[in-house]
């Protein structure tokens, strides 16, 4: 079945560190997109990355980078020099052949002062 | 430009009836895809619209059903609500064929 794991229901990282946020998924289509989505408390996703399949190069926009590992159908979200505005819910998500989205339950991430 | 605009922003029903949401997309997107996200959880799709026809569905009940207006913004209505249906819906909006989804900031509904 198609599916994307997100193992970290909640992380707390210090402001200015460097975050990772894992996630995992599950396809047989050759063909699919892996997105990231911030959801601060007002409800709205907000777009932060997205890598392609066959993307030779890991997606980066600015502090947000895509650890993609094709091999072990990962693709973790780093997000460098975290700032207190970073916290929120973070959802990874993947674009199946039939032009699905399926979203993954979620990381809570707190940045702390 | 404004992006994605829903309405309203919160609603509260009672069990049984029915309930109608907006969704206007961003300028130049013509396809609108609906979410129900349930507290707690990641948004589960519900239904895509193109071409003011449903694209794709979800596992969705039939009592879950959409529109599409020639002007692209779109309508999702749930009928025979349950205490279950209360969630965030969340209307995206894209290009018919590209990767980005741009969403909205959805419609807290609460069925009592």
Request: aromatic share 12%.
């Amino acid at each position: 079945a198609q599916k994307i794991t997100q193992t970290q229901p909640g992380m707390f990282v210090q402001e200015k560190e460097a975050v990772t946020l894992d996630c995992t998924y599950d396809t047989s289509d050759p063909s699919y997109g892996l997105f990231w989505y911030k959801q601060p408390s007002s409800g709205e996703m907000i777009f932060l990355i997205y890598q392609g399949s066959y993307d030779q190069q890991n997606a980066t926009e600015g502090r947000y980078s895509l650890n993609f590992q094709k091999a072990r159908k990962s693709a973790n979200l780093v997000i460098s020099a975290s700032q207190l505005g970073d916290s929120a819910m973070y959802f990874c998500a993947m674009r199946k052949g039939d032009d699905k989205i399926i979203f993954g339950k979620g990381t809570r991430l707190h940045i702390l002062p | 430009d404004a992006g994605v605009t829903q309405s309203p922003t919160h609603l509260i029903k009672t069990r049984g009836q029915q309930v109608t949401l907006r969704c206007s997309p961003k300028s130049g997107h013509d396809t609108v895809s609906w979410y129900q996200q349930a507290l707690g959880q990641g948004p589960q799709f519900i239904f895509q619209y193109y071409e003011e026809e449903e694209r794709q569905r979800g596992n969705f009940p039939d009592r879950f059903s959409g529109h599409q207006f020639p002007n692209y913004s779109s309508e999702l209505n749930v009928n025979a609500l349950l205490l279950g249906d209360s969630a965030l819906y969340l209307c995206a909006s894209s290009p018919l064929g590209t990767s980005g989804r741009l969403f909205g900031s959805g419609t807290r509904l609460t069925v009592v």
